[in-house]
């Protein structure tokens, strides 16, 4: 278990303690008052801004609405004073800022609305009214109780059960016209946006697999790629991925798709030993710092993992083997990174691009005008680089 702390409060004159959980990036506060059905929103919305930690001692139900209150207060539209006009020429755009800025909103969000805490048993109940029995999805979330109480923010609480319902229920993500359910566990990132799982699907596969039908998934995560290539005749695929729960997730998917004599899995950083036909990776799209567990799938720090595969890949390739780097372009709309620093992370790992398989994406938010980040998100392409060991 990761991120366990303790955290301490007083309670009826007497100080108490319990295990802190915060895989989701919630801090722990350092000042903790108990909360119940007396605090009102504008209070309870007062002393989350200014840091403390709400513990709930009351009606479940009523925390809940109480956390909707609050997350009405963040969402509404902040007033803004209109600026003095000047002669000065206006100056530069920062690269990145509406991303940071964006960004800086929405960890400040959080930091809010994970002020309400709830207190967990030594087997996951709550002695709470109305709440309800979340001990499986606890379990499944965080491993066994081991008789320990702890405390955890009421939105980690609600991932954790949801991520449980999504674990029960599975997603289907399209793959080669037939829909692939794939069941992703807690802090697994779900395979939510197809077209890169599609784009997998279409490309031409590299003559070498006739001669050596061998490909490794980089970074497997939920096992979508990998079963994807196995349906599409690969007799042999190597997973990795550094995080015991992807590879725990795989190997359960898998598993159920029937096919985990086809795909092998290890736990190490980016490639197996051994040379392949096929290397595919798909990482982390933005160059930021990652908090909680689900963010290390969408940001990648310093994009070390993108650089790190790049660097790799001509030693992993055999003769005429192709890596498939699947990447959206969003960091570049967002002056995050730029085609040429990818072009030339590129060639200096000697490398060349063979060819390119482009697709828009059809989320939500790419469709949304008030989105802070729709001029970017609009634009965005994601593209399949088919890489060659160059000379």
């Not at 490398?351 to 001029?375: F, I, M, N, W």
Request: aromatic residues 6%; charged residues 20%; contains cysteine.
């Amino acid at each position: 278990m990761t991120g366990l702390s303790e955290l301490r409060w007083t309670e009826k004159g007497e100080t108490r303690s319990a295990l802190w959980r915060m895989d989701s990036g919630a801090v722990m506060p350092k000042t903790v008052v108990l909360a119940d059905d007396t605090l009102t929103a504008d209070s309870a919305y007062r002393l989350a801004c200014a840091g403390t930690g709400l513990l709930w001692r009351s009606d479940f139900q009523n925390a809940r609405q109480l956390l909707q209150a609050m997350a009405r207060r963040m969402d509404q539209p902040k007033k803004t004073r209109a600026k003095k006009a000047t002669s000065d020429a206006a100056p530069a755009p920062v690269p990145g800022a509406a991303f940071h800025a964006h960004r800086l909103a929405q960890s400040q969000r959080n930091r809010v609305l994970n002020s309400i805490l709830v207190e967990l048993d030594g087997d996951y109940g709550m002695a709470l009214r109305r709440a309800p029995d979340v001990r499986q999805a606890c379990v499944q979330a965080f491993g066994p109780a081991q008789g320990q109480r702890s405390v955890l923010s009421l939105r980690s609480l609600q991932g954790a059960v949801g991520a449980f319902e999504w674990r029960k229920n599975g997603v289907e993500v399209p793959g080669m016209g037939v829909a692939l359910r794939i069941y992703p566990h807690y802090g697994v990132f779900s395979p939510v946006r197809g077209e890169y799982v599609d784009l997998v699907a279409q490309a031409p596969l590299p003559e070498a697999l006739r001669t050596q039908s061998l490909a490794f998934d980089v970074g497997v995560g939920t096992g979508v790629l990998s079963a994807v290539l196995a349906r599409r005749g690969v007799e042999q695929v190597v997973g990795t991925d550094l995080s015991e729960r992807a590879v725990a997730c795989a190997r359960d998917n898998l598993q159920r798709l029937g096919l985990q004599n086809q795909v092998s899995l290890v736990k190490t950083h980016l490639f197996p030993t051994g040379q392949a036909a096929l290397v595919v990776c798909n990482p982390p799209w933005l160059p930021a710092r990652p908090v909680g567990l689900l963010d290390q799938a969408v940001y990648d720090e310093g994009s070390q993992m993108l650089k790190g595969f790049l660097a790799g890949l001509h030693e992993h390739l055999c003769e005429g083997g192709e890596g498939w780097l699947v990447l959206s372009d969003l960091a570049e709309h967002l002056g995050l990174r730029s085609r040429e620093a990818l072009l030339g992370w590129i060639a200096d790992a000697g490398l060349v691009v063979l060819g390119r398989l482009d697709a828009k994406p059809v989320h939500a938010k790419a469709q949304d005008s008030t989105d802070p980040l729709y001029a970017a998100r609009s634009a965005e392409v994601t593209s399949l680089w088919r890489l060659g060991a160059a000379g």
